[in-house]
């Protein structure tokens, strides 16, 4: 497989007359955007579209998902596969990327899960949101009682058509796109290259357990799948977006689903430290059954491919922990060497227990950081949004909002601080 990423690189944004890419700014027709989300009978009259740069003081709160917009220019397939367009087959052709520009859904879907991104101020500084060239879409229900699983889909489905029409209209400027290249063979002749590295893999797991929390692979809920191989380059096309009302700080957005930095690394380091393989998706389960399920599926995979190490990327905390050391402990009891990606939650003071379950095996494992260490964030110029969403969400509480318009919180509140496919702004060093 061959993919092309054509990038036009976004340096701001404003409202115009027409849609498009010019001398480094998107233009943003507000009300053919508008138009076009409104269509959808599930969202309310009193929907906006809204502006956030980098550097603004300016505050987006409750923030659901937040999309890269890409549009396919050749190829078989289109961006969302399985949402906004058909199911074809993703990962090959070419793709333009509006590189540096983000769409961001806001609402109030399930209150205590969406997130806070500050454009500016200390909040920023945790957030890998505050450096792209925002478009906010602020949406309401048609029907303050409708069910919930219905809202969500409906903001869902308009942050990926807004994604999509933004880079559609700029697909007259892909001569100005720096093109990165891509290329992925197929299984029958990566088993047989590179004899002399070791073979390694990338289990992905993805938040599946239902009640709002949700993860689709081509349209489909992945929690109604069993672990499947899928090539990192349809990751990389949009095969995989989010459909999650989880904790803001580790809920996988589509666009760190698009932008996986996990996958990224493992494709340059193909070839020189190791013999990329497989992408293997798996789902996060609520039952034992289902866990063990799972596991015991995606291990099998691997351990038939005859991988030698996989890396294991998380998504939540708590109830998924159980399936991330299932997938370590038996991966390790098949030979295989793991390395586990997560984050914690050990208490404001930081003495709390990590993680909800553990392994002897489990003792190669890179953490994101603490979600519950607490931060201050300062009042804003300009909220987009609703900021009383801030006594609600998790990591907040009732007081979290002060009269002045500041915010304290853990950063369990704020979009990707922590999160486990290491798409985030915190590092680490050794002592």
């Known amino acids: 497989m061959k993919l092309e990423l054509h990038r036009l690189s976004i340096k701001s944004l404003k409202f115009g007359d027409n849609t498009g890419f010019k001398d480094g ?40 998902d937040v999309i890269e917009p890409r549009w396919k220019i050749e190829g078989s397939g289109q961006v969302f596969p399985g949402m906004v367009s058909d199911v074809e087959t993703v990962g090959e052709g070419k793709t333009l990327v509006l590189s540096g520009c983000a769409v961001l859904t806001a609402g109030k879907i399930v209150r205590f899960q969406e997130g806070i991104i500050d454009m500016s101020g200390p909040g920023a500084d945790y957030t890998p949101y505050s450096k792209t060239c925002n478009v906010v879409l602020v949406l309401e229900p048609s029907d303050p009682n409708m069910d919930k699983h219905d809202y969500e889909k409906a903001c869902r489905i308009a942050g990926l058509k807004a994604a999509a029409y933004l880079a559609k209209s700029c697909a007259e400027a892909d ?77 996988n957005s589509t666009y760190s689903h698009q932008n996986n930095p996990v996958i990224a690394d493992m494709l340059k380091r ?9 992408c293997i998706v798996t789902n996060e389960n609520v039952t034992l059954a289902d ?13 038939m491919l005859g991988l030698d190490g996989i890396v294991i990327t998380e998504e939540g905390f708590g109830n998924p922990d159980a399936d991330l050391i299932m997938n370590c402990w038996k991966a390790e009891r ?11 939650y050990a208490g404001q003071d930081g003495a709390s227990q990590s993680l909800a379950d553990s392994c002897p095996e489990g003792n190669a494992c890179v953490t994101a950081g603490n979600a519950n260490e607490v931060i201050h964030l300062p009042a804003m110029e300009k909220v987009i949004g609703y900021a009383e969403e801030a006594n609600v969400i998790a990591g907040g509480w009732n007081g979290s909002l002060s009269e ?25 060093y050794t002592l």
Do not use: W
Not at 182 to 197: C, F, H, Q, V
Not at 334 to 344: H, N, P
């Open 270 to 278: 193909h070839g020189k430290d190791f013999n990329f393989v497989a």
């Open 175 to 251: 001569s100005e796109s720096e093109i990165e290249t891509y290329e992925y063979a197929d299984i029958k002749t990566g088993m047989n290259s590179l004899p002399e590295l070791p073979k390694v893999g990338y289990l992905y797991m993805l938040q599946t357990q239902g009640l709002l929390h949700d993860t689709y692979l081509y349209g489909v809920d992945v929690k109604r799948i069993l672990p499947t191989i899928i090539s990192p380059l349809e990751v990389m096309d949009g095969a995989i977006v989010s459909g999650n009302c989880v904790s803001a700080c580790d809920k």
């Open 404 to 428: 002045d318009g500041s915010i304290t919180v853990e950063l369990q509140a704020i979009t990707g601080s922590t999160s486990e496919l290491g798409y985030t702004k915190l590092g680490a």
């Open 25 to 64: 700014t998107l233009t943003v027709n507000k009300a053919e955007l508008l138009e076009m989300i409104s269509e959808d009978p599930l969202l309310g009259k009193n929907i906006d579209v809204d502006i956030a740069m980098p550097g603004e003081k300016t505050r987006i709160i409750p923030v659901k």
């Open 334 to 344: 098949y030979g295989i060497k793991t390395a586990l990606l997560t984050d914690e």
């Open 291 to 303: 866990k063990r399920r799972s596991s015991s599926y995606a291990t099998k995979l691997a351990h």
